[in-house]
């Protein structure tokens, strides 16, 4: 048989898609973007073409002494909360809606103008029209399911209920609000039927309108309300006045990227991705995905990178959150200066990976700083940057709880009465309020060294103060004897409510660490570097977040475990 | 014999977290795991060195307070029994053995991290206190200090990213003596993509029994894939699990498992020798008397196949004959595990039908 090879040309009709042709041994002999041409010798081969979740494959055969020939694949429909066209999830009337609402002046509510923000929630299935033969209450859950959106400032003072000024066609299965804002920082919050909370970032930026696309998921029978599905979200930026086309390719090549960014692979290869991102690229949110999807490769080539950042802060400007935050990455690489604003970083990146380029500097996180602020109360995002709403009134709030718990046995407690005196004192500083005057023994180890301890650490954000105060909490508190307990005592539930999700990560970190240190095992530096990394905050945040531990620790019932726990030692 | 592999298999049914339901495949999977493991035409490891952590189903309620076992601190235990001295004082490097960690029940994948990574949640996890194996981290951690010259890790767990949870990584001390890194090779199997939910079900060809679809597909991958090697590489798993997915699970799709082969060179897994995968046909346009042949991904012909009335005669190329009955116009044929081409002469035309061997059924 003549092993002559023949020129093959795959080829997705919208030229939009990862490319791979698979020989019979199954291996990826040819990866391309688009379109792919391939020498092959005869023989039986797998075109595989993927965007976004979607995929298409079609088999092949080369037969000896083929004349080049090609292999078209359809275009990809990958589902999108935005309603483009080539997606599975689109509807004409959700993308006559938004042209409708673009083409229109955004609403001034008095947040000021030169920027704007496009809010779309919509429901891609056939739900809209489902629930209209449905019972009253099924209809009112399905209208509630696109509400629950405010738009606050950073400190999370309301600025509008999105709710009240969007436009509602739960007939059609979506909201719209198109509005006016002065540039700035914002949060768009999000509150679910069950009162959970997340902040999404608003970057308001002079000349462009940020546009959130928001899918809502529903049961399938509409037993319950839709959930907006924030983790899976679109995030956009356009030149203010430019109307939505459903057939931006940009729009669809950057969903395309988001998919590829939130599976930590890059879908698109890198010759494909570098010739896209050469060309002056004017969707900006397309350029974050694009450098981020580059810093993937084992290799990154810096020079485009440069490119891209610069093009970047050309479109956003160079304070853009997650422009700095490349800056600084791409700074660090070849060991170069780099100049972080005493101020930190003023405000989050939209994107975790930003995030996590920055995670391990301090200094963007001053003492005080919204940063600082949110760094323990992410939330997971998808490729997203999300965080539990700040809200000042929280401390206040637990306090009440714990009054209230006052009223139960644990009152009578001595300990008890200290941590109510103590916690109604809330208004100094933190480690103030850690004193405790708990005398119980455990293991030779005594409660007032670990107070001492914590009181002795001072406001530096030093590693090994941090170092300190892990191993102080580590080692000291009996934490095995101390969860074996709440289990039992099914207290577990009231203490939960309280912590951050960094927090409830860290409780069995620590026992893990007590453990080892109980078993002769050192805790150094490198290894708080090494927890630090993986939980992917700086270090005085971490500080922090123990500390707050600690204090929520001794007003939950937690309390009353390690003193029954150091009852027992004593008898 | 493999003296110098090693392997720690863990398998978690029972949660005492009720969030996480009970599963009928680890103690199953670890079972079948543990057969190939020990088996001489498979992994042919000493007994003595293979370690099973699994659910006691058989225990009884617990006291107050009591941990559900199997807990973290046992694979602890299990770990550095194989990779420390035994005082302690550093760890052992063996650099002609294999290290195989696997693990079987619900899992989760840690929310920041972009590479490949799981963690198994252990018996005793909780709202609060989600204890859990870091899998990737142990299998990491052996891979950096080339403890082992090969390291397998089979993580069959879902690693649902939304789950706020994060993967311990124990303070496990550094080796003495550095400068081995990048020697070791590892091969890193998930049951899933970052975000996606393994799949357990009742598996026909094992008998009903229920499995992990990741212990299963790698299984028949060992015995499948690569037609023309007498043993299998990580490459060829990787593509045999790609391609035969689909297949694998059905008509009940599940999500695909995600597979890090070693950059730094091959694993090759022993295996009696390559058997073939079943094929169905259907009979549409092909009567009575009518004949075709099939040809591999290399474009040979690897059988002649005649249909009768009630049978389906094969000619294999290089000899070898054989009957498979047809019944309801439907009959099956070994075949290799490749891409394949059905072509038939009929007095409309020739007839092509291509496939992949062990996949859907072929209509002629």
């Known amino acids: 048989m003549s092993n002559s090879k023949t020129t093959v040309t795959v080829r997705i009709d919208d030229r939009q898609g990862e490319l791979e042709i698979v020989d019979g041994s199954f291996r990826v002999i040819n990866r391309g973007y688009g379109m792919l041409k391939a020498d092959l010798k005869p023989g039986i081969y797998k075109a595989r073409a993927r965007a976004g979740n979607a995929q298409n494959e079609e088999l092949f055969e080369v037969e000896p002494n083929a004349h080049p020939f090609e292999v078209p694949m359809d275009t990809l429909f990958f589902e999108s909360p935005i309603p483009l066209n080539g997606t599975s999830t689109t509807h004409e009337y959700h993308q006559d809606a938004l042209m409708t609402a673009t083409k229109e002046a955004p609403h001034d509510a008095g947040l000021g103008t030169g920027a704007s923000v496009l809010l779309s929630v919509r429901d891609p299935s056939d739900a809209s029209f489902r629930q209209a033969g449905e019972p009253s209450n099924v209809q009112d859950d399905y209208r509630l399911s696109f509400k629950g959106f405010r738009l606050t400032d950073p400190n999370g003072h309301l600025l509008l209920d999105c709710d009240a000024k969007a436009l509602h066609k739960p007939d059609a299965g979506f909201a719209l609000l198109n509005l006016a804002l002065q540039p700035g920082r914002y949060a768009l919050i999000h509150r679910s039927a069950n009162n959970t909370e997340t902040a999404m970032p608003i970057m308001a930026v002079p000349g462009w309108q940020t546009q959130v696309f928001i899918h809502v998921d529903f049961p399938n029978d509409l037993e319950a309300p839709g959930i907006p599905n924030l983790e899976n979200r679109s995030v956009m930026m356009a030149p203010l006045g430019e109307h939505f086309q459903a057939d931006d390719q940009y729009f669809r090549l950057t969903e395309i990227a988001r998919y ?22 004017q969707n900006p949110i397309y350029g974050l995905f694009g450098a981020h999807l580059l810093m993937l490769e084992d290799d990154p080539n810096r020079y485009l990178l440069d490119h891209v950042t610069d093009n970047l802060a050309g479109l956003i400007g160079d304070h853009f959150p997650d422009v700095m935050a490349l800056r600084y990455a791409l700074a660090k690489r070849p060991n170069e200066p780099f100049e972080i604003p005493a101020e930190g970083l003023s405000f989050p990146p939209l994107l975790q ?63 008890r009465r200290t941590m109510v005196q103590k916690i109604s004192a809330f208004a100094g500083t933190m480690l103030d309020k850690l004193k405790i005057t708990y005398t119980a023994k455990h293991d030779g180890r005594t409660f007032e ?19 300190e105060l892990l191993i102080g909490l ?30 409830k990560s860290l409780l069995p970190t620590l026992q893990l660490i007590g453990n080892q240190l109980s078993a002769g095992e050192k805790f150094s530096l490198d290894d708080l570097q090494q927890l630090r990394k993986g939980l992917n905050i700086p270090l005085p945040v971490l500080r922090e977040s123990l500390e707050d531990l600690w204090k929520k620790l001794l007003q939950s019932s937690i309390a009353k475990v390690i003193e029954k726990i150091a009852d027992e030692d004593k008898s | 014999m493999a003296q110098d592999d090693y392997a720690i298999l863990v398998g978690i049914s029972r949660y005492a977290d009720e969030n996480l339901p009970e599963l009928n495949g680890p103690l199953k999977d670890v079972t079948l795991m543990e057969k190939w493991l020990l088996s001489k035409t498979g992994g042919g490891l000493d007994p003595a060195n293979v370690t ?9 309620e617990l006291q107050p307070g009591q941990d559900m076992p199997p807990v973290f601190q046992h694979f602890l235990d299990a770990f550095m029994g194989i990779v420390g001295e035994p005082d302690k004082s550093d760890y052992i490097r063996r650099s002609e053995g294999r290290l195989y960690l696997y693990f079987s029940g619900h899992g989760f994948s840690e929310k920041y991290e972009r590479t490949a990574h799981a963690a198994l949640y252990v018996a005793n996890s909780s709202r609060i206190l989600a204890w859990n194996i870091y899998g990737t981290y142990f299998a990491q951690f052996a891979k950096d200090h080339a403890l082992f010259d090969e390291i397998v890790l089979i993580m069959d767990c879902c690693r649902d990213a939304e789950l706020t949870k994060t993967p311990f990584t124990p303070p496990l001390r550094k080796p003495t003596d550095i400068g081995m890194t990048g020697v070791a090779r590892l091969l890193e199997l998930y049951a899933a993509p970052r975000g996606g939910k393994a799949q357990e ?3 026909p060809s094992r008998g009903n029994e ?37 297949a694998i699970c059905g008509k009940d799709p599940a999500d695909p498992p995600e597979v890090i082969i070693p950059s730094n060179g091959e694993i090759r897994f022993k295996r009696s020798g390559p058997t073939d995968v079943e094929q169905r046909f259907k009979l549409n346009r092909l009567q009575n008397g009518s004949s075709f042949e099939i040809i591999d991904s290399d474009f040979d012909v690897v059988a002649r196949v005649s249909i009768n009335a009630s049978e389906a005669g094969i000619e294999r190329t290089g000899g070898g004959k054989s009957t498979f009955p047809i019944v309801d116009g439907i009959f099956v044929v070994p075949l290799p595990s490749t891409f394949c081409m059905a072509v038939a002469h009929t007095p409309e035309g020739i007839l092509k039908r291509k496939f992949l061997a062990g996949g859907n059924d072929v209509e002629l």
């Open chain 2, 210 to 246: 229920v499995h992990g679809l990741l212990t299963h597909a790698f299984l028949k991958a060992l015995e499948h894939a690569d037609p023309d090697s007498p043993d299998v590489t990580c490459q060829a798993i990787k593509g045999y699990l790609e391609e035969n997915w689909e």
């Open chain 1, 353 to 415: 990976a930003s995030w996590n380029l920055i995670a391990e500097n301090e200094g963007f996180y001053p003492k005080g700083s919204f940063m600082r602020e949110i760094a323990g109360l992410l939330k997971f995002g998808g490729v997203w940057l999300n965080w539990q709403p700040v809200r000042k009134t929280a401390l206040i709030a637990l306090e009440e709880a714990d009054m209230r718990a006052a009223n139960d046995t644990l009152v009578k407690s001595a300990l």
């Open chain 1, 449 to 467: 060294d670990l107070e001492d301890m914590i009181a002795d650490i001072n406001d530096e954000d030093d590693a090994s103060r941090s170092l």
């Open chain 2, 52 to 60: 099973c952590i699994v659910t006691d189903e058989g225990s009884h």
């Open chain 1, 474 to 503: 580590a080692g000291k508190i009996p934490w095995e004897a101390v969860f074996r307990r709440i289990k039992s005592e099914a207290v577990e539930a009231g203490l939960i409510n309280h912590l951050t999700d960094l927090q």
């Open chain 2, 201 to 203: 079900r009742a598996i």
């Open chain 1, 260 to 281: 590829a960014l939130r599976h930590g692979r890059a879908t698109i290869n890198r010759q494909e991705l570098e010739l896209l991102l050469q060309e002056k690229f």
